[in-house]
């Protein structure tokens, strides 16, 4: 077959495939549960990344859902993934780096999810960017940290990703276009995408495979240089910083990627040499006295370092400091009935005000940073009770527990800012329903970011003109160089 008719085949089945599977809006929607070998097109990728390579305001991740633990959830984000793109949910996760999705080969993975999502199982060899991550390449060095003994030559990249709840993800990294929203206006964006490596999941179990709570993967958002904000940084996509503002009220909120201006936020100093977002703590304040803690609560690093985690919905605590947190909250309160629920929650009957009734909780950290909790956001009904959502991480199932750490009970209502950059985080209070500004890093100028609430049911359209302009590109590459 000659070049015409070949270009000319290609064209009609490029076209046809498009027409098929893509659908939808935009890039990355977040919402809250709780509350190969080298192809010519990516020679195309490269050169037109070179020459518009800049850094704009950042991204724009819609976020939704409740914030309330009684809802039992975590945030997710709808993603589009491939050329064409399909459409993929994953949950949004701080304590965790690499990004990974169900793939083809998954042996008992759902195709029903939370709240009856319909779930997508990857197939690299379905997109026209999709390719395999094999043991000599640089990013799988990386994750094995150079101790790659069973890993060697074009082998597949393998991965085993462990959770704290004991549930675990096991597959292979490939690397392929993402889609997302990049800011380009005061709530305004347009399609971008990204070129990012991830894990194509071939096993999971826990919570992971549970078709009440599973999603398609998991998006990191860690600290390595593994997640998809590193990778996206490193190539002059972003600013290594990023932002959350969870609505507890009206649900929803923000989430952007970029360099936040507005509000002000005063920061903290990231522990250096941790794995996980981790600042220290300094003091604990119930209802404006302090805690009568040891000194040596605070000199011990295992009890005053907090991880600060998205993907965790309650708040735990080591026992030194649960115990007399709970004690002096409960002491405004002597005569309630107190009643294990699930023989995990302490649970109460109250009909008053819990912001009348009960104590405000604040932490203090480094740099004068403070971190207030309301009644309202740590105690939370369950049927006609309401329930503690401190917990005593000393009394988990799991291996080096005992320790500090912030989920979204302490986070919603709080605009929160990681500061990759400056190896730094911070957060104020703030109404998370409204927007936030985000610097323009090639004119100086501020954009506006807004909250929304994305329904779980709603679909997500894919990036029509760029996966056109791909396909195009890739026809043309053909017609010339068959």
């Keep these: 077959m000659g070049k015409f008719d070949f270009g000319w085949v290609l064209l009609f089945v490029v076209i046809l495939v498009w027409s098929v599977n893509v659908g939808g809006e935009g890039v990355i929607k977040v919402n809250y549960k709780f509350a190969g070998s080298e192809r010519n097109l990516r020679a195309l990728k490269a050169h037109d990344e070179m020459r518009h390579l800049r850094i704009l305001a950042g991204i724009d991740l819609p976020i939704g859902g409740s914030g309330r633990p009684d809802s039992v959830g975590l945030y997710f984000a709808k993603i589009g993934i491939g050329t064409p793109p399909n459409n993929y949910y994953v949950q949004v996760d701080t304590g965790s780096d690499i990004m990974w999705v169900n793939c083809i080969a998954c042996q008992g993975c759902p195709r029903r999810g939370y709240h009856d999502l319909e779930l997508t199982l990857y197939n690299p060899r379905d997109s026209l960017t999709g390719k395999l991550i094999v043991c000599g390449q640089s990013f799988c060095k990386d994750f094995y940290r150079g101790s790659i003994s069973a890993c060697s030559g074009n082998n597949s990249c393998n991965y085993e990703q462990l959770y704290g709840d004991g549930s675990y993800s096991k597959g292979y990294f490939v690397e392929d276009v993402v889609q997302y929203d990049q800011v380009s206006g005061d709530l305004q964006t347009k399609s971008e995408n990204g070129s990012v490596i991830f894990g194509c999941g071939a096993s999971q179990s826990g919570d992971l495979i549970y078709s009440d709570e599973a999603f398609d993967g998991i998006l990191g958002f860690g600290k390595s240089n593994l997640s998809m904000l590193s990778q996206l940084a490193s190539s002059g996509k972003v600013k290594n910083m990023f932002a959350h503002c969870l609505d507890g009220v009206n649900g929803g909120g923000i989430f952007a990627i970029g360099n936040v201006v507005q509000p002000k936020v005063n920061m903290t100093p990231l522990v250096p040499n941790q794995p996980h977002y981790s600042v220290n703590m300094m003091a604990v304040e119930v209802g404006y006295q302090f805690l009568n803690l040891s000194v040596d609560v605070f000199m011990d690093g295992e009890n005053n370092e907090v991880i600060i985690d998205s993907g965790t ?170």
């Excluded at 799991?398 to 989920?407: A, E, H, P, S, Y």
């Excluded at 730094?424 to 100086?444: M, R």
């Excluded at 807004?450 to 029509?464: D, E, I, K, N």
């Design 313 to 482: 919905t309650l708040a735990y605590l080591p026992e030194v400091i649960y115990a007399p947190l709970v004690k002096k909250i409960l002491s405004w309160q002597p005569d309630l009935k107190l009643r294990k629920i699930h023989d995990e929650y302490t649970c109460f009957d109250y009909s008053g005000s819990v912001d009348d009734g009960f104590p405000q909780v604040v932490f203090h950290f480094e740099n004068s940073l403070s971190l207030r909790v309301r009644p309202q956001e740590y105690l939370f009904p369950y049927e006609d009770l309401f329930c503690i959502g401190w917990q005593n991480s000393g009394n988990q199932s799991r291996d080096k527990w005992n320790l500090t750490l912030f989920g979204d009970l302490v986070l919603s209502n709080k605009l929160v800012l990681y500061d990759l950059e400056n190896q730094a985080i911070g957060w104020t209070e703030y109404n998370c329903s409204s927007s936030i500004e985000l610097k323009d890093e090639i004119t100086g100028s501020v954009r506006l970011v807004g909250a929304h609430s994305l329904s779980s049911g709603s679909r997500l359209t894919a990036q029509m003109a760029l996966t056109f302009f791909l396909l195009l590109a890739l026809l043309h590459n053909h017609l010339f160089n068959w």
